[in-house]
């Protein structure tokens, strides 16, 4: 077997050609003999090779605005694609792989700008000369994909006619050897126009005269012209991983040089010469390899000079070798024949199949190949030998400059142990996502992906794996907890939620977070013990607590989880609030081991202690001690009972009139927790029972916050006259105040005493909250009531933060309701470490699913579909003249949605070269002096638009007018003399 420290993998394809747009179809047609070329046609012309999504482009996901991308030559634009989707089929994000990525493509000729772009009269003042030439020349193919997907590799432009494509994979090949990329593209794309491109066949064309590619068949006299794109991922194999389609051993570029008759010639000799010298760089005979790809045009010299190079190098003994030529299927595709040619020989070693050269109507009989151990299949076959599948691959191009690379496959990846994967995940949920750059494109992506799960059967580790570790993560984000059930439940379950997939809002960079922390009366009974089941490290965090606790004299918590739900120590407040603590301090070391930071935190009673605690006012040992003492303070006092009503503050003050009962808490305007003697709370019970209003006991066995706190207040108070207190790092909303707790309250210890003993103003905490506008919330406690009152406060108040929970209320397993709230935390924008572990190989997977926008520049040709981007009618303005054509030539410059006074310039996606180009063609039309500083200095629409008028109203017209009079006199005078 090959040395994997010599080979680099191809780890990952894509490509358009005729009849197919991805891997998958392109091999089935292959194998099914399809021919996908029109033959002749009704008017008698001769059909071209054509491939889908030619006109179409997704410029909001690579950030072109409509016109950049109209300007832009469609080879450019397939290619930026093709280079997304085959990056995808790798499994590499490259924002987050480390490695270095080198770009090594090329294209045909730049016919779209001259033909389409230069007609058009108003794209060529849009945009402008050098963005024009940005767009369209081939210089800027490599370079100009590697700004829009942010490479660094070496970005370089291939051209060397039809062996482009495979040249351009043995310079990735040599990069990457040479250490000066980690990851490269490799690849080439050609399009035909006019999109509906056909010929006419004249005697000594190379071109077929029946529109038939038949390569190596008597009585073939031409090549079919077609379009088609194709690039290959590359690394080297020791660093692939499992996910490694082949293995490219060898590869070999030269020229023919002046050993042919003509230029455009071919030469046996050169060609034999790249071959051996590829087969000596791989380090194997002529013999070991079962399968070439030829170049195979169906030209009758150029088919006879290979068939001859063939013989000289392969055609000595050993098993038998098939040959093939993909073009009888799809056509020459030119710049991108080569790599075409190539992934066909990568699935058939990565498949074990050898795909026929179809048969087709007019077919003469097979040419001799020129050695024994040749055959050219006609029917799919096996793999010859039963060994190590090996081929081989030729692209030779028109000028005399030849490619060849051999072809291995990977060593076989280790075996997925089965019954370690059960024992290790089977109990363990993981998290699915997708993201896209709009909603259409993420529900099309997951329906797709719901699709594939109906049929495919992918370990369900892998998949979330290749989700989260394979795919860019866009703007618009969906997430869903997959429960660590049976594989094929999940991916069952996984598919129905997909089919539901949607996402209105998009991520932000550094959402603000908002934690809610509750007091007692929440459901303590085996709190905490699924999560520190499923994450040790939150396991660890608990214990550590805990062990906090009984260093500074508090309860042994230890095992506290598995206490039944009748235990008495679930009642007994100085257990229940240092319980409460450790559990909820440990979810925050949960959260920021995430790199979830919030930056406002709202307690509830003991849970602001525990707020104050991660916001530095107490260190974590006075924060426990804190708590201990509060705890045994309240309880302390006398028994008593707690309820809460389903009513306002006032209309509950009126149902307790004549009870000694206390407002406790106010946890919403129509929430109020009310507390005192037992029987007192009973009555006021049947009091709200006879009026129809909801109550709910809380699970308590002191009346909290109420006049019997007095004496544990005071106490507490002076107990923190003992302990250091700092201001708070992080906003911390008070009880008391219902606002920001400041530096003051915090380090005062009479204020700790009041918040134990008053009236808590949640609902006025939840209200302050909501004004400083978090984009997520989430409860670090069990239960969910405080989520459900902030979801109501928030849609009154208009406000849409994702709200989630950190444990539930045990009606879902902790792990999964936990890894849903950081699935939702990720959704708005945080950065969360990854829920899953990556794939020992990335799945193959559909891929993301382009917007079907058209861009398309210059006027109608005869016959000729002319898909364009949309353009709305241009905004009515007050004002007539200025305002009205800036806002036509602003619009002109950027296409797409009507300007607007608030929009930005650069916002919109504008370019410095876009800035001048504008600001002339402005300056021309209404005859002002305008510098490129004005649209860096007034860069809204409104601003730009009011700078323009104060110039015109500034400029000296007579002035004008009187050189304008000299240029007409001296026109006039120059026609006299004339």
């Known amino acids: 077997m090959e040395e994997l420290d010599s080979a680099v993998a191809v780890v990952g394809v894509a490509l358009r050609v005729p009849g197919a747009a991805d891997p998958d179809t392109f091999w089935e047609n292959l194998l099914t003999e399809q021919v996908s070329l029109p033959g002749e046609l009704p008017d008698g012309t001769l059909g071209v090779g054509h491939f889908d999504r030619v006109a179409d482009f997704d410029a909001e996901l690579f950030g072109l605005t409509p016109t950049q991308a109209e300007v832009t030559d469609p080879q450019h634009r397939v290619a930026t694609e093709l280079v997304w989707q085959a990056l995808e089929d790798a499994g590499i994000d490259t924002e987050r792989d480390p490695g270095r990525v080198g770009v090594f493509l090329g294209c045909g000729d730049n016919a779209y700008r001259y033909q389409y772009v230069e007609t058009d009269d108003r794209l060529r003042r849009a945009a402008g000369r050098q963005q024009i030439s940005l767009g369209n020349d081939k210089d800027f193919l490599a370079t100009g994909i590697a700004y829009r997907l942010g490479l660094t590799g070496p970005s370089l432009t291939v051209q060397t006619a039809c062996s482009t494509s495979l040249v351009a994979v043995h310079l990735a090949v040599r990069s990457l050897l040479t250490y000066e990329c980690d990851i490269a593209v490799a690849g080439g794309v050609t399009v035909q126009l006019p999109l509906d491109a056909n010929y006419t066949y004249s005697e000594g064309d190379i071109v077929s005269p029946d529109g038939r590619c038949r390569p190596f068949t008597q009585g073939s006299r031409g090549t079919v012209p077609a379009g088609g794109a194709g690039v290959v991922v590359l690394r080297r194999a020791a660093e692939a991983g499992g996910a490694v389609r082949a293995l490219v051993v060898g590869s070999a570029v030269n020229n023919d040089g002046a050993d042919r008759m003509s230029l455009a010639a071919p030469s046996p000799r050169g060609q034999a010469a790249v071959i051996r010298e590829a087969l000596e760089v791989a380090g194997l005979e002529a013999g070991d390899i079962g399968f070439v790809e030829t170049h195979g045009t169906g030209t009758e010299l150029g088919d006879r000079v290979e068939l001859s190079a063939l013989a000289e190098t392969y055609g000595e003994a050993g098993d038998s070798c098939a040959l093939g030529s993909v073009k009888a299927n799809i056509g020459h595709t030119d710049t991108a024949a080569g790599v075409i040619g190539l992934i066909k020989a990568v699935l058939a070693v990565q498949h074990g199949d050898i795909p026929p050269t179809p048969a087709q109507p007019g077919d003469g009989p097979d040419v001799e190949l020129g050695a024994?151990?040749?055959?050219?299949?006609?029917?799919?076959?096996?793999?010859?030998?039963?060994?190590?599948?090996?081929?081989?691959?030729?692209?030779?191009?028109?000028?005399?400059?030849?490619?060849?690379?051999?072809?291995?496959?990977?060593?076989?990846?280790?075996?997925?142990?089965?019954?370690?994967?059960?024992?290790?995940?089977?109990?363990?949920?993981?998290?699915?996502?997708?993201?896209?750059?709009?909603?259409?494109?993420?529900?099309?992506?997951?329906?797709?992906?719901?699709?594939?799960?109906?049929?495919?059967?992918?370990?369900?580790?892998?998949?979330?794996?290749?989700?989260?570790?394979?795919?860019?993560?866009?703007?618009?984000?969906?997430?869903?907890?997959?429960?660590?059930?049976?594989?094929?439940?999940?991916?069952?379950?996984?598919?129905?939620?997909?089919?539901?997939?949607?996402?209105?809002?998009?991520?932000?960079?550094?959402?603000?977070?908002?934690?809610?922390?509750?007091?007692?009366?929440?459901?303590?009974?085996?709190?905490?013990?699924?999560?520190?089941?499923?994450?040790?490290?939150?396991?660890?965090?608990?214990?550590?607590?805990?062990?906090?606790?009984?260093?500074?004299?508090?309860?042994?918590?230890?095992?506290?989880?598995?206490?039944?739900?009748?235990?008495?120590?679930?009642?007994?407040?100085?257990?229940?609030?240092?319980?409460?603590?450790?559990?909820?301090?440990?979810?925050?070391?949960?959260?920021?081991?995430?790199?979830?930071?919030?930056?406002?935190?709202?307690?509830?009673?003991?849970?602001?202690?525990?707020?104050?605690?991660?916001?530095?006012?107490?260190?974590?040992?006075?924060?426990?001690?804190?708590?201990?003492?509060?705890?045994?303070?309240?309880?302390?006092?006398?028994?008593?009972?707690?309820?809460?009503?389903?009513?306002?503050?006032?209309?509950?003050?009126?149902?307790?009139?004549?009870?000694?009962?206390?407002?406790?808490?106010?946890?919403?305007?129509?929430?109020?927790?009310?507390?005192?003697?037992?029987?007192?709370?009973?009555?006021?019970?049947?009091?709200?029972?006879?009026?129809?209003?909801?109550?709910?006991?809380?699970?308590?066995?002191?009346?909290?916050?109420?006049?019997?706190?007095?004496?544990?207040?005071?106490?507490?108070?002076?107990?923190?006259?003992?302990?250091?207190?700092?201001?708070?790092?992080?906003?911390?909303?008070?009880?008391?105040?219902?606002?920001?707790?400041?530096?003051?309250?915090?380090?005062?210890?009479?204020?700790?005493?009041?918040?134990?003993?008053?009236?808590?103003?949640?609902?006025?905490?939840?209200?302050?909250?909501?004004?400083?506008?978090?984009?997520?919330?989430?409860?670090?406690?069990?239960?969910?009531?405080?989520?459900?009152?902030?979801?109501?406060?928030?849609?009154?108040?208009?406000?849409?933060?994702?709200?989630?929970?950190?444990?539930?209320?045990?009606?879902?397993?902790?792990?999964?309701?936990?890894?849903?709230?950081?699935?939702?935390?990720?959704?708005?924008?945080?950065?969360?470490?990854?829920?899953?572990?990556?794939?020992?190989?990335?799945?193959?997977?559909?891929?993301?699913?382009?917007?079907?926008?058209?861009?398309?520049?210059?006027?109608?040709?005869?016959?000729?579909?002319?898909?364009?981007?949309?353009?709305?009618?241009?905004?009515?303005?007050?004002?007539?003249?200025?305002?009205?054509?800036?806002?036509?030539?602003?619009?002109?410059?950027?296409?797409?949605?009507?300007?607007?006074?608030?929009?930005?310039?650069?916002?919109?996606?504008?370019?410095?070269?876009?800035?001048?180009?504008?600001?002339?063609?402005?300056?021309?039309?209404?005859?002002?002096?305008?510098?490129?500083?004005?649209?860096?200095?007034?860069?809204?629409?409104?601003?730009?638009?009011?700078?323009?008028e104060d110039l015109i109203a500034d400029r000296d017209d007579s002035e004008l007018m009187r050189l304008l009079a000299e240029l007409e006199a001296a026109d006039g005078t120059q026609e006299q003399n004339s």
Request: one cysteine or more; aromatic letters at 6%; hydrophobic letters at 45%.
């Open 372 to 948: 024994e151990r040749f055959h050219l299949p006609r029917k799919t076959v096996s793999w010859p030998g039963g060994g190590v599948r090996r081929a081989a691959v030729s692209s030779f191009g028109l000028g005399g400059t030849n490619a060849h690379v051999v072809l291995a496959q990977p060593p076989a990846p280790a075996a997925l142990d089965s019954a370690a994967l059960e024992s290790s995940e089977q109990h363990r949920p993981g998290l699915a996502v997708l993201s896209a750059a709009h909603p259409e494109a993420l529900a099309r992506t997951a329906r797709s992906l719901a699709e594939r799960l109906d049929k495919a059967q992918p370990p369900i580790t892998e998949l979330l794996g290749t989700l989260w570790h394979g795919r860019r993560q866009l703007p618009y984000r969906w997430a869903v907890p997959v429960e660590g059930l049976d594989d094929s439940v999940a991916r069952r379950e996984l598919a129905t939620a997909l089919r539901g997939a949607e996402q209105s809002r998009a991520a932000v960079t550094n959402p603000r977070i908002a934690v809610l922390l509750p007091g007692q009366g929440v459901p303590m009974p085996g709190a905490g013990r699924e999560l520190a089941r499923a994450d040790s490290d939150f396991a660890a965090d608990l214990a550590a607590l805990q062990g906090e606790v009984r260093r500074v004299g508090g309860p042994d918590l230890q095992g506290s989880a598995d206490w039944s739900a009748d235990d008495p120590r679930l009642l007994d407040t100085s257990v229940v609030q240092p319980l409460l603590f450790t559990l909820e301090l440990a979810l925050l070391r949960s959260l920021d081991r995430q790199g979830i930071r919030p930056s406002v935190l709202l307690g509830h009673s003991v849970g602001e202690l525990v707020a104050a605690t991660w916001a530095e006012v107490f260190t974590v040992a006075d924060g426990a001690a804190a708590v201990i003492e509060r705890g045994r303070l309240m309880s302390l006092a006398a028994a008593g009972a707690m309820t809460a009503l389903r009513a306002g503050e006032a209309a509950a003050l009126e149902l307790a009139d004549g009870l000694a009962l206390d407002v406790c808490a106010v946890n919403a305007h129509d929430t109020v927790v009310l507390g005192g003697d037992e029987p007192e709370v009973a009555e006021l019970e049947r009091r709200c029972a006879g009026r129809g209003i909801r109550v709910v006991r809380l699970a308590t066995a002191h009346a909290f916050h109420s006049r019997t706190m007095a004496e544990a207040a005071d106490a507490f108070a002076d107990f923190l006259g003992t302990l250091p207190l700092k201001a708070p790092r992080v906003t911390v909303l008070s009880n008391l105040t219902g606002q920001p707790l400041t530096a003051e309250q915090a380090t005062s210890a009479a204020y700790w005493g009041r918040q134990l003993g008053s009236t808590v103003r949640f609902g006025d905490a939840v209200d302050a909250l909501l004004e400083l506008d978090p984009q997520v919330v989430l409860e670090a406690g069990p239960g969910r009531a405080f989520t459900g009152q902030l979801r109501r406060a928030a849609r009154a108040a208009g406000r849409t933060p994702v709200v989630a929970e950190l444990l539930g209320d045990g009606r879902r397993a902790e792990s999964v309701v936990h890894l849903a709230a950081l699935g939702a935390a990720w959704t708005l924008g945080c950065g969360i470490t990854p829920p899953v572990a990556a794939p020992s190989g990335a799945v193959r997977l559909p891929g993301y699913s382009f917007a079907d926008t058209r861009y398309w520049a210059g006027p109608a040709v005869a016959g000729e579909p002319v898909p364009q981007v949309v353009r709305e009618p241009e905004p009515e303005t007050a004002d007539g003249g200025t305002v009205a054509i800036l806002a036509e030539l602003w619009q002109e410059s950027f296409g797409g949605p009507a300007i607007r006074p608030e929009d930005n310039f650069f916002e919109l996606g504008g370019t410095s070269l876009q800035a001048a180009q504008l600001l002339n063609v402005v300056s021309d039309r209404l005859l002002v002096d305008l510098r490129l500083q004005e649209i860096y200095e007034h860069s809204s629409f409104a601003d730009f638009a009011a700078r323009v």
